[in-house]
């Protein structure tokens, strides 16, 4: 029986090139491995895909039954829909211990690193395979996305030095260069459906059963969102309510001046205000210096959903 891998819903490149790595991976090791994703891959994470030459992993939602490797989350609400129903051989991950639950013992990677893809690396080295050029060049892009080009304060120095390493095999010359030139792709907004921005990297999370929804868009230069701001927001209105969220939010945020403008559609807008002690100003607020979801807003929003 084939092991599946796996990233999150509404998968980033982080889940995607994980989940190719693994899967070649497991496969050096002696296990039939199979790359998956749950939905659509966003531009980004297409355009490192057609750089090294590799097609886009099988989609897959449903795993009842199967041997499946979870990649880049924990959180139930972001696994496939049946993962209880799956057998839950492994995971790898670089967030907060979610609410999966196993039946039986698990291969577990979870370290506090920028990257799924830096925890991806190190079983490589554990287990003394050679990564070949292609390989290392997705997972290269992957690292210098989810760390922001190293900007991130989720990046550590586990993540710079993955870079250092598997820019090297890959042949990247200058990967910073190459991480700026990720995020023009990842920018790109000019005829893009409002939907389809603000589902681009979104994630739902449960914060002691209030349903908060958190999307982010990054960029070199906030200004182009400056047009359409006001539709960006009346999407995220629309979000909200199909999904039946108490508040979604989505992070503008521009990677040179180095904070986020986050849009806010909810409930109770005292409680985001609280989280971050600012002021919401026509649906807005600035957040200097924030350019980590993962570090500098979920757990500012959890602790005040715990109450």
Same mark, same amino acid.
């Given at each position: 029986?084939?092991? *599946?891998?796996?990233?999150?819903?509404?998968?980033?490149?982080?889940?995607?090139?994980?989940?190719?790595?693994? &899967?070649?991976?497991?496969?050096?090791?002696?296990?039939?491995?199979?790359?998956?994703?749950?939905?659509?891959?966003?531009?980004?994470?297409?355009?490192?895909?057609?750089?090294?030459?590799?097609?886009?992993?099988?989609?897959?939602?449903? *795993? &009842?039954?199967?041997?499946?490797?979870?990649?880049?989350?924990?959180?139930?609400?972001?696994?496939?829909?049946?993962?209880?129903?799956?057998?839950?051989?492994?995971?790898? %991950?670089?967030? !907060?211990?979610?609410?999966?639950?196993?039946?039986?013992?698990?291969?577990?990677?979870?370290?506090?690193?920028?990257? $799924?893809?830096?925890?991806?690396?190190?079983?490589?080295?554990?287990?003394?395979?050679?990564?070949? &050029?292609?390989?290392?060049?997705?997972?290269?892009?992957?690292?210098?996305? %989810?760390?922001?080009?190293? @900007?991130?304060?989720?990046?550590?120095?586990?993540?710079?030095?993955?870079?250092?390493?598997?820019?090297?095999?890959?042949?990247?010359?200058?990967?910073?260069?190459?991480?700026?030139?990720?995020?023009?792709?990842?920018?790109?907004?000019?005829?893009?459906?409002?939907?389809?921005?603000?589902?681009?990297?979104? !994630?739902?999370?449960?914060?002691?059963?209030?349903?908060?929804?958190?999307?982010?868009?990054?960029?070199?230069? #906030?200004?182009?969102?400056?047009?359409?701001?006001?539709? #960006?927001?009346?999407? #995220?209105?629309?979000?909200?309510?199909?999904?039946?969220?108490?508040? &979604?939010?989505?992070?503008?945020?521009?990677?040179?001046?180095?904070?986020?403008?986050?849009?806010?559609?909810?409930?109770?807008? $005292? @409680?985001?205000?609280?989280?971050?002690?600012?002021?919401?100003?026509? %649906? !807005?607020?600035?957040?200097?210096?924030?350019?980590?979801?993962?570090?500098?807003?979920?757990?500012?929003?959890? !602790?005040?959903?715990?109450?």
């Amino acid at each position: 029986m084939a092991l *599946y891998i796996t990233g999150h819903k509404i998968p980033d490149s982080d889940s995607i090139c994980s989940a190719i790595a693994l &899967a070649y991976l497991k496969n050096q090791l002696g296990i039939e491995a199979i790359a998956c994703k749950q939905g659509d891959i966003n531009p980004e994470s297409a355009f490192i895909l057609e750089k090294f030459g590799f097609d886009e992993p099988m989609t897959k939602t449903s *795993y &009842a039954g199967e041997d499946t490797f979870i990649t880049d989350t924990t959180d139930l609400a972001l696994c496939p829909d049946d993962i209880l129903d799956a057998n839950v051989v492994g995971v790898v %991950d670089h967030h !907060k211990l979610g609410d999966l639950t196993t039946s039986t013992p698990l291969e577990g990677w979870i370290r506090p690193v920028g990257c $799924s893809n830096t925890i991806v690396k190190e079983m490589f080295d554990h287990h003394n395979v050679e990564i070949p &050029a292609d390989i290392a060049g997705i997972m290269t892009c992957a690292i210098l996305s %989810d760390t922001v080009i190293f @900007k991130s304060p989720t990046c550590t120095d586990e993540d710079v030095k993955a870079v250092e390493e598997l820019s090297k095999i890959a042949g990247i010359e200058d990967p910073k260069a190459l991480g700026m030139e990720l995020f023009k792709v990842k920018s790109a907004v000019e005829g893009t459906p409002m939907r389809d921005l603000v589902l681009r990297d979104f !994630k739902a999370f449960d914060m002691s059963g209030t349903q908060v929804g958190i999307g982010q868009l990054e960029t070199v230069d #906030l200004s182009m969102f400056d047009e359409i701001k006001a539709d #960006l927001l009346e999407d #995220l209105g629309k979000l909200k309510e199909e999904k039946g969220l108490h508040s &979604a939010l989505l992070l503008l945020t521009d990677i040179m001046q180095e904070g986020s403008e986050l849009l806010v559609v909810s409930d109770d807008i $005292s @409680k985001i205000e609280e989280a971050f002690g600012a002021t919401v100003s026509d %649906d !807005k607020v600035w957040l200097n210096g924030v350019l980590s979801r993962k570090k500098q807003v979920v757990p500012f929003l959890e !602790k005040v959903f715990r109450g």
